[in-house]
């Protein structure tokens, strides 16, 4: 995987030239917390002028999030940016309500369509800082009026559009130029007497990238690192939501005072269970020493470890008081893995021991073992055997692991939906919200801003407590492993938790272990726990590939060859150093973040066998000329075994050659060859015939397996074998009785004569 370089589009520009244009204007707009660095936009701009909708409308300031009293003050304010090709006159805001929403789907369709909004809000429009902006310029506007004036009604949420007003172009009339819709939730009897329990799992996951020989592939990962990248964003939301905070008070009209507070604001901290790669961590750790970083075929220094220093301790200080749940190192497939015809199955539980002992040895910690969290997609029964092996009662799944209902439920679930019977125990099936999960990393072709983001994500909680307010049920949001987020949306989705009526912080770990009540709730009655079944695997499921691990299970044969059978002190350092090293290597190459990027799973491969080639190739066999001489029928072939290794060697050699029958030999012992250096050994060898023949020398493992490649030799034998020597024995006996004969022949006629 070659270093990539990042190039932005003119949209990407455009947009960057937004954030800071926001950034300028954001304390103007009063916002309680800026995270200016933040490279995912609040505005974005067309490159080219809109005419169709030429005011953007950016809301920065809606409070309260969810307004309760009706004497109450409720104040919209924002940014506007003329992105037209032509002046806006006489600008103003005005806000419009639609009909309550009572469903999640209704909700979801307004999304896509958005809702009328016929009902007039309050005294407005109300004027823009500017009355007249030109093309590119930006104002502010401020809306505050009293909730009452919303004329909101029975419980569920409400669409709530933000409309800019203008004279454009050639039309004479002021006419809508543009506007924003966001939910406003209403329980005009209070708070709900039933909680919605929210727990947050929080992924730390980026894809390996760190090759065999502990060299960084690319650079990409100090950039996420780095301020403002995704990993940095990623943390930063969660460890500055978990905190907890208060809801900003609106300001109430300037003709009227600031009322006083009615009490101290609810701004409980909120627990988070970090789920880590621990292939990141130790990789994140060996970023804050000087690294190599491949650059084509060649490797180059970088000392810059400030990044990798500055997020790990981040993360530390983060799960201080929080939960870490240590995924399998490297976060593999653990579904292709546990299929029976890959035969990787025990691969499973080497990862997650591996990624225990990694997390722990880099956050000083131990982690929670009671959970386990595959990656996206469906299960099989092996899978979650294996997985739970380990000792853990609980499984987060997304909901797509399990059969779908035969009937629309008339309200969201509990995350706890039931047990799963398999032959290692019956673990608790957690299923997480989707919904709320994705609405943390929403897709916008116009994005409306982060507080209007945010603002419909505390929305789908109003909804759910909505369909059932004096139930209380429990939710577990999860963003996507690899989620690209924006730090504030998330940020304040996290500290809405701990501080809407409706909602309240509960650990996973709670979860796992039932215990995940909040004060003052209803609680449920319990009911019978069902027994959960899996979905059946379908042919549009995404895994690794079976020639993809067919390489794996070759290369592992391979690496536990040379580690086990043939290191002479597996216990020594550098021994369990290689067999560290090469069990993170496999692991890399068998991440399910190669679902999305086989390309980069087939080169980490690629590297794999490259270097368990060079490492076999440390320990070869050395046979002078390659011809050897037999001056007798029996004789001594010594060939030298040469270490290159900084550790001992526990190896054979045997010798084949085509034709048995032409030249045996004895089996030769196991020789230890010391570290970086070379030994002769000698094998007794019976030539059969005379002649020259070719002959393979292996070198063998203790259990006489080849190991590493074979070398060709020459053997010359220059003396009778046992036949040929029978063969002349016989004629000489021959040869011998007719020269007998004659001579008695002779002297018999020498006596007659």
Not at 184 to 201: C, M, N, Q, S
Request: aromatic share 4%.
């Amino acid at each position: 995987m070659p270093a990539r370089r990042v190039t932005r589009s003119p949209r990407r520009r455009v947009a960057s030239f937004a954030v800071a244009l926001c950034a300028a204007l954001l304390p103007i707009a009063g916002m309680g917390a800026s995270y200016a660095d933040d490279p995912t936009p609040a505005p974005t701009a067309s490159p080219s002028p809109n005419d169709d909708a030429p005011a953007q409308v950016l809301v920065t300031k809606l409070a309260p999030r969810a307004p309760l009293d009706p004497d109450g003050f409720f104040q919209v304010r924002g940014i506007l940016v003329n992105r037209g090709s032509q002046t806006l006159h006489e600008l103003t805001v005005r806000l419009r309500r639609g009909d309550k929403l009572s469903t999640r789907g209704e909700l979801a369709t307004a999304d896509v369509e958005p809702p009328v909004t016929p009902t007039r809000v309050g005294r407005t429009p109300v004027r823009a800082a500017v009355q007249d902006l030109e093309p590119g310029q930006s104002t502010t506007f401020d809306i505050r009026i009293r909730v009452s004036s919303l004329r909101l009604g029975a419980i569920g949420v409400y669409p709530l559009r933000v409309e800019a007003r203008a004279r454009f172009g050639d039309g004479g009339g002021v006419d809508s130029v543009g506007g924003i819709t966001t939910y406003v939730p209403w329980f005009p009897d209070g708070p709900p007497h039933g909680k919605i329990r929210v727990a947050w799992l929080w992924p730390l996951v980026d894809q390996p990238r760190r090759g065999p020989r502990e060299v960084m592939l690319d650079d990409e990962l100090a950039t996420s690192f780095a301020k403002g990248g995704r990993l940095d964003r990623m943390l930063r939301s969660a460890a500055d939501g978990a905190k907890g905070g208060c809801d900003p008070e609106p300001d109430p009209p300037v003709t009227l005072p600031r009322p006083p507070r009615t009490g101290p604001c609810r701004a409980e901290a909120v627990p988070m269970t970090y789920a880590v790669d621990p292939d990141l961590l130790f990789t994140a750790d060996a970023l804050t020493r000087p690294y190599q970083l491949l650059d084509g075929t060649k490797t180059e220094r970088v000392d810059d470890t400030g990044p990798a220093r500055g997020w790990l301790d981040g993360l530390r200080d983060a799960v201080g008081p929080g939960e870490v749940l240590s995924l399998p190192y490297a976060d593999p497939d653990v579904v292709a893995l546990t299929a029976p015809e890959n035969g990787l199955a025990d691969e499973v539980s080497l990862l997650r021991e591996q990624g225990k002992k990694e997390t722990a040895n880099v956050l000083g910690r131990q982690p929670m073992t009671s959970v386990v969290w595959p990656p996206a997609g469906r299960l099989t029964r092996r899978t979650v055997e294996t997985l739970t092996s380990g000792g853990a009662t609980a499984l987060v799944v997304d909901p797509v692991a399990l059969p779908e209902p035969e009937n629309e439920p008339g309200r969201t679930p509990d995350t706890d939906v039931g047990q799963l019977p398999t032959n290692t125990g019956q673990p608790k099936v957690l299923t997480i919200d989707p919904a709320l999960s994705a609405l943390l990393t929403p897709t916008y072709a116009d994005y409306p801003g982060d507080r209007v983001v945010e603002q419909r994500w505390l929305a789908e909680t109003a909804m759910i407590s909505a369909e059932a307010p004096s139930v209380s049920r429990t939710i577990l949001v999860a963003p996507a492993r690899r989620a690209d987020l924006h730090t504030a949306v998330a940020a304040d989705a996290i500290r809405d938790t701990g501080r809407l009526p409706w909602l309240c912080p509960v650990s996973l770990a709670s979860i796992a272990s039932a215990r995940d009540t909040c004060a003052d709730e209803v609680v449920t009655e319990e009911t019978d726990i069902p027994s959960v079944e899996l979905a059946p695997a379908r042919a549009e499921d995404v895994v690794l590939s079976t020639e993809h691990l067919r390489q794996v299970r070759a290369l592992r044969a391979i690496s536990t060859q040379f580690t086990d059978e043939v290191l002479a002190e597996p216990t020594s350092k550098e021994a369990v150093g290689t067999t560290g090293r090469l069990l993170r290597a496999r692991a890399r190459a068998e991440s399910s973040a190669w679902h999305d990027r086989p390309g980069d799973g087939e080169q980490m491969l690629r590297q794999l066998k490259d270097d368990l080639a060079d490492l076999r190739g440390k320990v070869h066999l050395q046979v002078g000329s390659g011809t050897v001489t037999l001056t007798s029928s029996t004789g001594v072939i010594s060939v030298n075994v040469v270490n290159e290794l900084s550790q001992p060697v526990r190896v054979g050699v045997v010798l084949d050659a085509r034709n048995r029958a032409r030249l045996s030999t004895r089996g030769t012992p196991i020789t230890t060859v010391r570290p970086e250096s070379a030994a002769q050994i000698n094998l007794k060898v019976t030539a059969q015939t005379s002649g020259t023949f070719p002959v393979t020398a292996q070198l063998v493992d203790h259990d006489g397996q080849p190991f590493g490649g074979q070398v060709r030799l020459v053997v010359r034998s220059t003396q009778y074998g046992r036949v040929a020597l029978a063969v002349t024995g016989i004629a000489a006996g021959v040869l011998l009785v007719a020269a007998g004969v004659r001579i008695a022949r002779r002297a018999m006629r020498r006596t007659s004569a």
